[in-house]
């Protein structure tokens, strides 16, 4: 993944932060919590990948402990929000999470569009 994947992540969820201010904090603040969340999962996931392509040995369980520590970050995402309801919300949270997959998205498309 490229760092303008990573660009466009960050920039979707301050945005999408900003807007649901004026709706309630809290929705914005788990925004932001989980848009930190999910830029450390994008780095690990294509750090994994990197390995894998390459082919080194140890790939598999690189991959493997990759998938832990990414669901294990989902999970403690959402731990924090639950935990800590005053100032987090789960609708945040969940709606930080997608960003991960709409920035994917908008890179596909640009990608796409050039070639």
Do not use: H, W
């Amino acid at each position: 993944m490229s760092l303008k994947v990573y660009l466009i992540t960050a920039a979707v969820g301050i945005v999408c932060s900003g807007v649901f201010t004026l709706i309630d904090v809290k929705i914005s603040a788990g925004i932001l919590l989980s848009t930190l969340f999910s830029l450390l999962n994008m780095v690990l996931l294509s750090a994994s990948m990197k390995f894998a392509i390459q082919g080194k040995e140890g790939a598999y369980g690189i991959m493997m402990m990759s998938n832990i520590v990414r669901y294990s970050l989902l999970i403690l995402c959402m731990f924090i929000a639950y935990k800590l309801p005053q100032y987090f919300s789960l609708i945040g949270v969940a709606i930080g999470m997608s960003l991960f997959l709409i920035a994917l998205i908008i890179d596909a498309i640009e990608k796409r569009r050039k070639g």
